[in-house]
């Protein structure tokens, strides 16, 4: 099952072909989507993982998995 610990948010906006929702055109739009997401009910510990600490906590894993 996915969820908030699965997902993360990219910052690549090239080659969508300008098909991005409303109020989210480029990262200095993330502001915008911080504050839906918290308008739709998601914690601030759900916010961080999907905006970074995910991805953090993978890389983190794969670097002492890859280290000898």
């Given amino acids: 099952m ?3 610990d699965h997902v993360g948010i990219g910052s690549d906006f090239d080659g969508v072909s300008g098909a991005l929702p409303e109020g989210l055109k480029s990262v200095a739009d ?3 989507l ?5 308008a739709r009910g998601h914690s601030d510990e759900t916010i ?3 905006l970074g600490g995910n991805l953090l906590r993978v890389w983190g894993r794969v670097e002492a ?3 000898p």
Wanted: glycine share 12%; net charge positive.
């Fill in 65 to 67: 998995l890859a280290t």
């Fill in 34 to 38: 911080i504050e839906g997401l918290k």
């Fill in 30 to 32: 993330y502001p915008n």
């Fill in 2 to 4: 996915l969820g908030a």
């Fill in 48 to 50: 961080r993982k999907v």
